[in-house]
């Protein structure tokens, strides 16, 4: 019951922050039956609770074991269906711990769950996948091991953020062809280091393929590229799973175009700074004219919505700034406390209003509050949209001209290289 109430919460949370939650290849996941999945992990529990929200069956997956440490929180992540996984940094007292970790994933999968896990080891929002380390793939083919008759398909599945932190932003779930670990049972049994380390990097070459990605010391360029191409109108105009598989096709071909671009970036950046303006106003002169109708005749509407609604949104968002210092960690502290505050927050306003007022009355504001909360987002987002409109058009026509030319410059660029 914890697991579905808390489902359905993130969901409405995820919606609000991601303007766009785009999954991929979902038949890829077996609608019954064991599985592992096997996934980058650019943003701590974001990415768990995004794949929990996008699938219909439960998932079990492995958090840090150190998040577990008081009792009541430990019971609440239990019924989460979350399990600990112990750093030995921590002291020889979690090597027992871990055992019975990997006890737990081997009884998991041979009753047929989906279990999840995170082979790098921890989060980071870097466009490079680091190695993988073994201790995963060790668990899927001692179960196998245990239970030979069991299918036990290891799915790679790759999370691509637009952004780490923004509002609106969009996320996709790309999920990759099975792999069979029973193809590498006969050589467990013979070599067991053997047959973990070629499943090993069986699985990560199965990830890399389906993720942005970047040599080691490129990710912030790449990550700049990227970010100029979202907000072109071009991207804009591309399906969803047309999108993603440009961004990766962008990522592959940058040893091509890094040279030519780099200095075309350097030049885009300074006009930026001395304009005092950013490259999401100059894409926004691309875009057709966000009319002002909607923001006048919205705005009453919006405002009620805001004075009812703030409160707790703001309070998270205060929370975050003041305590989130990894980058990798922002978003989803920020949409479970906003998601937390706001279920706390609407639970008291219910409670005050059926002790102050007649129960049609109460039941009235509740409805007011959530429907006006809901319109006072979507006006946000609307908002935002054409406030870059109406900072574009300060710009100096010339500025504004050259700043769209060194834009187009780029993209072609990059575009071109693939």
Partial sequence: MLYRFVKILMRTALGMFYRHTLVKNIQQIPASGPAMLIANHPSSLMDAALL????????????????????????????????????????????????????????????????????????HIDYHLWPFKKGAFRIALQALAQKTDMPLPVIPIGFNYSHPTRLFSTVWINIGQPIPANDYLDEYREQPASAIRLLTTRAFHGVKDIVVQSGKNEASQLFEVLDIWRHS?????????????????????????????????????ELLAAAHSSDQAVAAAEFPKLSKTPMVMGFPAALIGWLLNALPLLTAR?????????????????????????????????????????????????????????????????????????????????????????????????????
Avoid at 245 to 264: D, N, R, T, V, Y
Avoid at 365 to 375: E, K, P, R, S
Avoid at 391 to 409: D, E, V, Y
């Fill in 52 to 123: 929990g929200i996008v699938l219909k069956r439960p998932v079990h997956f492995f958090a840090r074991g150190d998040i577990f440490a008081h009792p009541i929180i430990n019971r609440i992540l239990a019924a989460l269906h979350m399990h600990p996984v112990h750093h030995h940094e921590a002291g020889r007292h979690t090597l027992g711990a871990n055992d019975q970790t990997i006890d737990a994933a081997i009884r998991l999968l041979q009753e047929g769950k989906l279990v999840l896990f995170f082979p790098e080891g921890v989060s």
């Fill in 233 to 269: 109108l071009a991207a804009a105009n591309l399906p969803p799973g047309e999108r993603i598989e440009m961004e990766m096709a962008i990522a592959q071909a940058q040893p091509k175009w890094q040279g030519e671009i780099s200095p075309l970036l350097h030049q885009y950046r």
């Fill in 318 to 418: 205060w929370i975050t700034d003041k305590k989130v210092r990894r980058i990798d960690f922002y978003s989803w502290i920020l949409v479970a406390a906003s998601a937390l505050l706001y279920l706390a927050w609407i639970t008291l306003l219910a409670i005050a209003s059926f002790l102050l007022l007649p129960a049609w009355k109460a039941l009235a504001l509740l409805f007011i509050t959530l429907a006006t909360g809901q319109y006072c987002w979507n006006y946000f987002g609307f908002y935002q949209d054409w406030k870059q409109q109406q900072l574009a058009k300060k710009l100096p026509a010339n500025t504004l001209r050259s700043l769209q030319a060194i834009r187009k410059s780029i993209i072609n660029g990059m575009s071109s290289s693939r």
